[in-house]
């Protein structure tokens, strides 16, 4: 841990992480807020930088006196710790409303064998495009117990500020692959015993269907749904029915609502 | 339908409905882009103005001769049809990204009988704040066929641009009544027959219960979760029971994805 300020040059290099380019050429994301920032100084991610206000830190140590602060274990997994004002955070945020606290991350890589899931649930993303959705969905799976989860390399980059807000404390649990949907399917396919759910617009009522402890559930585009080259994967194709009162009935569900409804009716049937 | 323009005033007017303030003074709403343009022209909502750039009428009436396209009966229920420069409208729109139409819209009244919660399902949110939640939340009551949608005074405006769009055309096929919610389950409870079930973070496993196809379920603020106040008109608890694998645990679903699973299971359970 080192105590240290910031540059002019390190400003801008934190505030450009806002964009996915130089996010991937830094291999760091940000983070910012207490909730957020408490999540992460808990978890295994390398955390490159603490910013934070003298406020702050006197607020969460309880204590006024920096010397003392420095050395507590709360923010041991931090290699640096910066107190700067406000204005400063603020020129780094990427908020709106910019808090008190960021964190300089950096990103994780993770490895997955396909072989694991023969015996648990993994969820994939065919182009996914918003960054709240994003977000929310790491919160569903977090809370459902499901720790991987793929998607095609267009999706939308879950270290997208929007996203890491979205998702809560729940970036620091569950992992998110970005990968070529088709050769991975293939591969998934290849492994044998592994089901290969595909949610649509129709197939199978999801209610009336037994549901596999294990396996992939694939999810479309928010508008254009899973595209056509992926459909020979899927093994079995299942819907959440509507019961619009209405004859213009609703296009769509959310795909977080839709994903949120899967994962429940999974996880109910599993512990049935 | 009158065929006008725009002068600076209107164009100011229009533009401030992003504010509530303005929305309320003039009980009015816009609403952007081709998807929600077409599903408020097909409802009952009364459109005061239709503002479209001439490209747009001409793909839509599949004509380039504006003064045929003036008669179209797509367009009947607006009363005035605008064509403007994309520019003018740019001034108008609340969108990062202004599209090619958008209409100003009456805010609708609604009424109510809490009677028809001894036949029907309804939602209620005390103090919801997230608009794109609300604008969620509508879609989802649309797919569930849940009419009416019961909202605390504090919480966010339906008629907020981010909700709108958020509905996709959802915000034409259900009723949101803003009210004291402290009164009203007090009438809800007076009626007699109407169960009121609260989601909360422990209580009753929803997976487990027996649910009715009537009543009222009550959901709480994404922080704060339900007041303390109207904790004793609730006659069931539920939760969502988690699956998480960690000791570090989520804290709490996500409202829109908590709403689609109770949703879900009562529409499931009521046609089991």
């Not at 780094?92 to 964190?103: D, F, G, N, Y």
């Given at each position: 841990?080192?105590?240290?300020c ?27 807020g ?29 204590t006024?006196d ?29 908020l ?14 993770y ?19 918003d ?20 998607c ?27 990968i ?31 549901l ?61």
């Amino acid at each position: 841990m080192v105590f240290t300020c910031l540059g002019k040059n390190r400003i801008k290099l934190f505030h450009s992480l806002h964009l996915k380019k130089f996010r991937d050429e830094h291999a760091m994301f940000i983070a910012e807020g207490n909730k957020l920032a408490a999540e992460i100084l808990r978890s295994d991610f390398t955390i490159r930088a603490l910013i934070a206000t003298d406020k702050w830190y006197s607020k969460v140590t309880g204590t006024e006196d920096s010397h003392k602060w420095q050395t507590f274990e709360l923010f041991g997994n931090a290699e640096e710790i910066i107190v700067e004002s406000h204005d400063i955070i603020k020129r780094i945020s990427l908020l709106s409303a910019p808090q008190e606290v960021l964190l300089v991350v950096s990103i994780p890589s993770y490895k997955y064998k396909t072989e694991d899931m023969k015996s648990e649930l993994a969820l994939a993303f065919d182009d996914i495009r918003d960054p709240g959705n994003m977000g929310t969905i790491l919160r569903i799976c977090d809370w459902f117990g499901i720790q991987n989860i793929f998607c095609s390399p267009e999706s939308v980059d879950i270290y997208n500020p929007k996203s890491v807000q979205a998702s809560m404390g729940s970036i620091t649990r569950t992992k998110v692959h970005y990968i070529g949907l088709e050769q991975f399917l293939k591969e998934v396919n290849d492994a044998g015993d592994i089901p290969v759910y595909g949610t649509l617009l129709k197939g199978n009522n999801i209610y009336n269907e037994n549901l596999s402890p294990n396996g992939l559930v694939l999810f479309g585009n928010e508008s254009s749904g899973i595209s056509s080259v992926l459909m020979p994967f899927i093994s079995k194709k299942i819907y959440v029915p509507d019961f619009s009162m209405h004859n213009n009935k609703p296009e769509s569900l959310n795909i977080s609502a839709a994903a949120a409804i899967v994962c429940s009716e999974f996880r109910r049937k599993a512990n049935d």
